[in-house]
């Protein structure tokens, strides 16, 4: 009789299932240090990501300025003031959260030739320069370091 209860004792025993608090503890503990570590590195990527969103806008402008330069035979001179792009010398545009810097003005001629130039970029904390090379106008967004 002892041997067919000793049995049954055992077989209750092994079949609970589910797990213990100690290791359920484990596992949140393991879950809290990976959050920890990861949310820093992805907000991080996520805040160069919206920079570079900003910078691209500058860099679609500009382009969109040659080509109206070549499309309606009219020469666009680019230069800045007060961190804003002024163009003709009459037309400031904007960019939020942007700060523009070009320090020799860039040409764009009635041909779709440029004089070439760099227009710098300030981004909360990250700085982009467009390269726009001369004559054909080449234009090459890089962040610098």
Known sequence: MKHRYQKKELCRICSKKGFTLIELLIVIALVGILVSVSLPVSYSMYQKYQASLRAEEVLIYLSSLRREAFL?????????????????????????????????????????ATSGGE?????????FVVDIQAPLGNMVLRRER
């Open 72 to 112: 309606y035979s009219e020469e666009k001179l680019i230069c800045s003031q007060e961190g804003r792009l002024l163009v003709n010398d009459g037309k400031m545009i904007t960019f939020e959260d942007m700060f523009v810097q070009i320090d020799k003005p860039v040409k764009m001629y009635k041909s779709g």
């Open 119 to 127: 227009v710098k970029l300030y981004v909360n904390d990250y700085t």
